[in-house]
C-alpha cells in the first residue's frame, strides 16, 4: 500500500506563513494527482488545492493569491504555501494522492489520505 506523512502544521498568527509537506511513500508506480483538503471543526472537509502530475493546478476560492501548491515529482512530494494567513484557516489539514502501485502479483491503483496535520491561526 501507499502512506502519505504530514509536516509542518502549528500555531501562528493571522499574517504569518506556513509551509505544509506531504511525502508518499511504499511500492510506488505513479503518483497522478496530489492535493490539500482541511476541516475545520464542525465542518465538512473540504478541498483546499490539488495539482495533478503534469503541473495543473485547483484552488479553492477562499485561497486563491494565499495559498502555493507545488509538487516535487522525483519525491512523490506535494507542498502547501500558505501565506496571509487568517484565523479562518484554521483546521486540519490532510494530504490526498491518487495513483498505482505494485505487488507480487500486478499494479493495481491507490488514494490514500495522510493522518492529517493541524493549523492554527490566531487573531
Known amino acids: 500500500q501507499v502512506q502519505l506523512v504530514e509536516s509542518g502544521g502549528g500555531l501562528v498568527q493571522a499574517g504569518e506563513s506556513l509551509r505544509l509537506s506531504c511525502a508518499a511513500s511504499?511500492?510506488?508506480?505513479?503518483?497522478?494527482?496530489m492535493g490539500w483538503y482541511r476541516q475545520a471543526p464542525g465542518k465538512q472537509r473540504e478541498l483546499v488545492a490539488t495539482?495533478?502530475?503534469?503541473?495543473?493546478?485547483n484552488y479553492a476560492d477562499s485561497v486563491k493569491g494565499r495559498f502555493t501548491i507545488s509538487r516535487d515529482n522525483a519525491k512523490n512530494t506535494v507542498y502547501l504555501q500558505m501565506n496571509s494567513l487568517k484565523p479562518e484557516d484554521t483546521a486540519v489539514y490532510y494530504c490526498?494522492?491518487?495513483?498505482?502501485?505494485?505487488?507480487?502479483?500486478?499494479?493495481?491503483?491507490?488514494?490514500?489520505w495522510g493522518q492529517g496535520t493541524q493549523v492554527t491561526v490566531s487573531s
Open positions: 490526498n494522492a491518487f495513483g498505482s502501485y505494485s505487488t507480487t502479483y500486478g499494479s493495481y491503483p491507490f488514494g490514500s
Open positions: 511504499g511500492s510506488i508506480l505513479s503518483v497522478n494527482a
Open positions: 495539482m495533478s502530475s503534469g503541473g495543473s493546478s
